[in-house]
C-alpha cells in the first residue's frame, strides 16, 4: 500500500494529539517493515515547517510538506472548494488519513481518519467557536470515511453515538508510551513535588488541584504543566520521574496518555474517575471525583502511603501500550477497508 499520512499538526509545539501522530506513523514504519510506502503530508506554515522536519527525524517515510503562507486558511479553503485532489499534489495512493486539520478531496483509494475525542461536541459552550466548528466538520467528514481510527474505547463509542459512524468502521488503536518513559534516568532535582500537566483549560481542571492543595500539610511543592508555559516533550520524563505523585485531574479526556507516560517512569497517580480515563488507568491508579478537592487531597495522601503497591501495578499496565501495536492496527484497518 502507498499510505498518505497527514502530519499538519506537528507545525505546532507537540501535545497529545501531536505525539499520537508521530507514534502511529513511527510505528507503521516499524510494523511494515518496508512492506507499504508511507508518505507524510502536510500543507504547512512557513514558520512550523522547521518543528515538523524535526518531529519526523528518524522516521522512514516520504516527505512531501508544502509550505505555504496563511496555511490555516488555506487549508480550510482547499477542503470547501473540493479542488485540486490530494493525488495531484502527491501523486496516487492507495490511503488517505486526514487529521482534524485537514478535509483533503480525494478521487479514489481508501479515505481514513482519526477522531482523538468528541469534547467540542459534548461541551462547545467551554471551547472557541473556531474549535467547536472544525470538530464538527470532522465529525461530519468521519461518516464518509472507510475507516475511523480512535484511541479508546470510551470515543469509540461516544463516535458511534455522536457521530453518527457504525461501529463496523471504527478501529481502535491505542497509543503507545515513547521508550523515553522509563523508571531510570535523570530526573528532576530540589524539593519533593507533586507533578500535574493540568492547565488553565476547563477540561483540565487545574483550580480543582489547587484547591485541593490548599488542604493539604504536607510539604510537598505542586509543579504544574500550566505555570510553566509549554514543556518540551523531551523534558517530560525528569518531571515524572521526580515526583513522588502525578495528578491527572482532567474531566473528560479521549484517553489520558500522560497517565501512562508517568506510569512508565515509575510514578503513583491520583487520576479522575471520569470513565473516559478508565482505559488509561486499568487498575493502577487512585480515583478521584474531579470536581471534589477533599477527594483529591485524600487521593494524594492515599497514592503515597500506597507507592510501593501502585508503582508496579503502574509499570505492568503500562506495558500493554506500544506504538508498534498502534501501528499494526492501522496497517490492518487500511488493508480491510481496501
Known amino acids: ?49 522547521a518543528r515538523l522536519e524535526r518531529a519526523l527525524d528518524g522516521i522512514p517515510a516520504e516527505r512531501r510538506i508544502v509550505s505555504l503562507p496563511f496555511a490555516h486558511a488555506v487549508r480550510r479553503t482547499w477542503g ?71 484511541n479508546s474505547e470510551f470515543t469509540a463509542a461516544d463516535v458511534v453515538e455522536r457521530a453518527g459512524v457504525p461501529r463496523e468502521r471504527i478501529r481502535v488503536a491505542y497509543p503507545g508510551v515513547d521508550e523515553e518513559f522509563r523508571p531510570v534516568g535523570p530526573r528532576r532535582g530540589g524539593n519533593a513535588y507533586a507533578f500535574t500537566t493540568a492547565t488553565q483549560d476547563w477540561r483540565k481542571n487545574l ?36 515526583a513522588e505523585v502525578f495528578i491527572y485531574p482532567s474531566r473528560f479526556e479521549g484517553f489520558g496518555i500522560p497517565v501512562v507516560e508517568a506510569m512508565a517512569c515509575g510514578v503513583p497517580c491520583v487520576v479522575s474517575s471520569h470513565p473516559s480515563l478508565d482505559e488509561a488507568c486499568g487498575d493502577a491508579a487512585v480515583r478521584v471525583d474531579p470536581e471534589t478537592p477533599e477527594a483529591i487531597a485524600e487521593g494524594l495522601r492515599d497514592a503515597i502511603r500506597r507507592r510501593d503497591e501502585l508503582v508496579p501495578r503502574g509499570l505492568e499496565h503500562a506495558r500493554r501500550f506500544d506504538w508498534v501495536e498502534c501501528g499494526r492496527v492501522h496497517l490492518q484497518g487500511y488493508a480491510d477497508a481496501l
Open 80 to 150: 470547501r472548494l473540493g479542488w485540486p485532489s490530494t493525488e495531484r499534489l502527491v501523486g496516487p495512493f492507495d490511503v488517505l488519513h486526514f487529521t482534524d486539520w485537514l478535509v483533503p478531496p480525494q478521487r479514489g483509494g481508501v479515505r481514513a481518519t482519526m477522531i482523538h475525542d468528541l469534547g467540542p461536541l459534548r461541551f462547545p459552550e467551554k471551547l472557541h467557536p473556531r474549535t467547536v466548528r472544525m470538530h464538527t466538520r470532522t465529525a461530519r467528514e468521519a461518516r464518509r470515511c472507510h475507516v475511523v481510527f480512535v
Open 207 to 242: 483550580e480543582s488541584v489547587r484547591a485541593a492543595w490548599a488542604l493539604l500539610d504536607e510539604e510537598l511543592e505542586l509543579v504544574a504543566l500550566g505555570d510553566r508555559g509549554y514543556v518540551p516533550h523531551e523534558q517530560l520524563p525528569e518531571l515524572y520521574r521526580g
Open 1 to 49: 500500500m502507498r499510505i498518505v499520512y497527514d502530519v499538519s499538526p506537528l507545525t505546532h509545539p507537540r501535545t497529545g494529539v501531536g505525539n499520537y501522530i508521530r507514534g502511529a506513523l513511527a510505528g507503521m514504519a516499524r510494523a511494515s517493515q518496508g512492506e507499504h510506502q508511507l508518505v507524510a503530508f502536510a500543507p504547512a506554515a512557513i514558520r512550523g515547517r
